[in-house]
């Protein structure tokens, strides 16, 4: 099964920039995981993702699996970023992406790069409050600043395929289901421009949002669970989000990440028909257990609503082990079932097709 699904091009369908330039070993290590310090005497080698990182992309590089983390960063410098991001994007096997493009705290390589080194169509994803916050920044009347937003949305590029909210990193996921009033909207724009620099998290701004690229026709994806420092993760169950995608239907929501409410994701996945999933991010930051989340998140999700994302960001590693840790994890549980009678090979091999890019090609309309 694995010999099958590695070749399999994977549709990455929430991914970001990485850095075009090298970095020293503190930066590298900051990159890995979320944290956003690393305490004296610990190593972010010594996680699920460092050791992850040591088995799988040393070899892309020249080098011996296991390497030393030493000799693995020396030999990144001697080929450089610009090698080091080219090989480990083209070794991910990708058949497109759909990049979100909201964050980006330095200069970060784009949509058209990342696709370059790919050798795969990249798309955006416009990320819902970087639009009101550049409203917003502009200055205007907050009275204009509703129609503001909804017309930038509108007018997105026509290389857009969809848009993320990250209320559940500003507001939570407690999201009521009905549109916002003018009257809330204009109270809740005027509290946001008087600020100096705009930041939403008003649940009446992350909701009106959402409406307006629903009413956009965009898939909506949405932050849920695991993230950086500042997630709260008490408010992050996707759970709390459920009378907003039922409001939603028939346009779908997508739940990212998810961990560790992957099966109450997988649930809605199952009950709610606007509703996809899947594990990016935790995927490789689980390393060698990377293959139990995937089992549970597919316990209940109907294999076609389960999508492949990386949800890389900074480091191409990252990339590639979202990409060797996803097939090894789906493989694994389709060939238990194949051994165990539960389903044919020939059922595993189209639910790997499904997962691996069909289904994402079906809800973006790639």
Same mark, same amino acid.
């Given at each position: 099964?694995?010999?099958?699904?590695?070749?399999?091009?994977?549709?990455?369908?929430?991914?970001?920039?990485?850095?075009?330039?090298?970095?020293?070993?503190?930066?590298?290590?900051?990159?890995?995981?979320?944290?956003?310090?690393?305490?004296?005497?610990?190593?972010?080698?010594?996680?699920?993702?460092?050791?992850?990182?040591?088995?799988?992309?040393?070899?892309?590089?020249?080098?011996?699996?296991?390497?030393?983390?030493?000799?693995? $960063?020396? =030999?990144? !410098?001697?080929?450089? %970023?610009? #090698? @080091?991001? &080219?090989?480990?994007?083209? +070794?991910?096997?990708? /058949? *497109?992406?759909?990049?979100?493009?909201?964050?980006?705290?330095?200069?970060?390589?784009?949509?058209?790069? $990342?696709? =370059?080194? !790919?050798?795969?169509? %990249?798309? #955006? @994803?416009? &990320?819902?409050?970087?639009? +009101?916050?550049?409203? /917003? *920044?502009?200055?205007?009347?907050?009275?204009?600043?509703?129609?503001?937003?909804?017309?930038?949305?509108?007018?997105?590029?026509?290389?857009?395929?969809? %848009?993320?909210?990250?209320?559940?990193?500003?507001?939570?996921?407690?999201?009521?289901? *009905?549109?916002?009033?003018?009257?809330?909207?204009?109270?809740?724009?005027?509290?946001?421009?008087?600020?100096?620099?705009?930041?939403?998290?008003?649940?009446?701004?992350?909701?009106?949002?959402?409406?307006?690229?629903?009413?956009?026709?965009?898939?909506?994806?949405?932050?849920?669970?695991?993230?950086?420092?500042?997630?709260?993760?008490?408010?992050?169950?996707?759970?709390?989000?459920?009378?907003?995608?039922?409001?939603?239907?028939?346009?779908?929501?997508?739940?990212?990440?998810?961990?560790?409410?992957?099966?109450?994701?997988?649930?809605?996945?199952?009950?709610?028909?606007?509703?996809?999933?899947?594990?990016?991010?935790?995927?490789?930051?689980?390393?060698?257990?990377?293959?139990?989340?995937?089992?549970?998140?597919?316990?209940?999700?109907?294999?076609?609503?389960?999508?492949?994302?990386?949800?890389?960001?900074?480091?191409?590693?990252?990339?590639?082990?979202?990409?060797?840790?996803?097939?090894?994890?789906?493989?694994?549980?389709?060939?238990?079932?194949?051994?165990?009678?539960?389903?044919?090979?020939?059922?595993?091999?189209?639910?790997?097709?499904?997962?691996?890019?069909?289904?994402?090609?079906?809800?973006?309309?790639?």
């Amino acid at each position: 099964m694995l010999g099958y699904l590695e070749s399999l091009p994977l549709l990455d369908h929430h991914c970001h920039g990485v850095l075009g330039r090298d970095v020293g070993r503190a930066e590298f290590e900051a990159l890995l995981t979320e944290a956003d310090t690393v305490p004296p005497g610990v190593s972010l080698f010594e996680t699920q993702v460092g050791f992850a990182l040591r088995r799988w992309c040393p070899p892309v590089l020249g080098l011996d699996a296991h390497a030393a983390p030493d000799d693995y $960063l020396a =030999r990144r !410098a001697e080929l450089g %970023a610009a #090698e @080091v991001n &080219r090989r480990l994007l083209e +070794a991910a096997g990708l /058949a *497109a992406l759909c990049v979100d493009t909201g964050f980006a705290p330095e200069a970060i390589l784009d949509p058209v790069e $990342l696709g =370059r080194l !790919a050798g795969a169509p %990249a798309h #955006e @994803v416009v &990320r819902l409050e970087a639009v +009101a916050e550049e409203v /917003a *920044a502009g200055g205007g009347d907050a009275a204009r600043f509703a129609a503001d937003v909804r017309a930038r949305i509108d007018a997105r590029p026509a290389g857009v395929v969809g %848009a993320k909210s990250i209320a559940a990193y500003r507001a939570g996921l407690e999201l009521e289901g *009905a549109r916002p009033s003018a009257a809330e909207l204009a109270s809740a724009a005027g509290r946001l421009m008087r600020q100096k620099e705009p930041r939403v998290c008003d649940e009446v701004l992350h909701r009106y949002l959402v409406w307006c690229a629903v009413d956009a026709g965009l898939p909506v994806q949405f932050h849920v669970g695991y993230g950086d420092a500042d997630a709260d993760l008490r408010r992050g169950d996707p759970l709390l989000l459920a009378g907003l995608l039922r409001a939603m239907d028939p346009v779908p929501a997508l739940l990212l990440h998810n961990y560790p409410f992957h099966r109450n994701a997988g649930y809605l996945a199952q009950v709610l028909p606007n509703v996809y999933v899947d594990a990016g991010l935790a995927t490789h930051n689980l390393g060698h257990r990377a293959p139990a989340l995937i089992a549970e998140l597919l316990e209940l999700a109907p294999f076609g609503k389960v999508l492949y994302s990386s949800d890389a960001f900074g480091l191409a590693e990252l990339y590639y082990l979202g990409a060797v840790l996803f097939r090894r994890g789906l493989a694994a549980f389709l060939g238990d079932g194949v051994a165990d009678g539960a389903w044919t090979s020939a059922d595993a091999e189209r639910v790997a097709g499904m997962v691996a890019s069909a289904n994402a090609r079906r809800v973006y309309g790639i």
